[in-house]
């Protein structure tokens, strides 16, 4: 799994909402038949689930934000797609042999690798 999926993290907002639980709504059923008394009122928690990407950088008053930018994009892309590389540059080394079975098998790896839900909080 990648660094970026394991950074998700849920975070509660505060807001909360009614929501009425019928005995059909689990299965997703638009024209229910179903009494009050049948109904059941629970209370659900807004969470915002994400992921912020962000660096920090000291730039003197008055001196353009260009340099500190830059830095902070080549970190940030690093960090969400660095652990990729070895990935990449065995799939262009196995392309360059015309190996495509191995660039077929990394490639492979990679996708696990990248979309991987294991070890998910």
């Given amino acids: ?5 394991r950074a998700i993290t849920a975070k509660r907002t505060g807001e909360i909402r009614a929501v009425v639980e019928t ?23 807004r969470y915002r689930i994400g992921v912020t990407l962000e660096c920090c950088a000291f ?3 008055g001196a353009p934000t260009t340099p500190a930018m830059n830095r902070a994009n080549r970190a940030i892309i690093e960090a969400v797609f660095g652990e990729f590389r070895e990935h990449l540059i065995a799939i262009r080394v196995a392309l360059s042999d015309h190996d495509l079975y191995t660039a077929h098998d990394r490639l492979g790896d990679l996708e ?8 998910v909080k």
């Fill in 59 to 61: 730039v003197v008053d």
């Fill in 23 to 45: 005995p059909l709504s689990s299965l997703m059923a638009f024209s229910e038949q179903w009494t009050p008394e049948s109904a059941t009122l629970r209370y659900a928690s």
């Fill in 112 to 119: 696990r690798e990248m979309f991987s839900m294991e070890d």
């Fill in 1 to 5: 799994m990648s660094h970026l999926a």
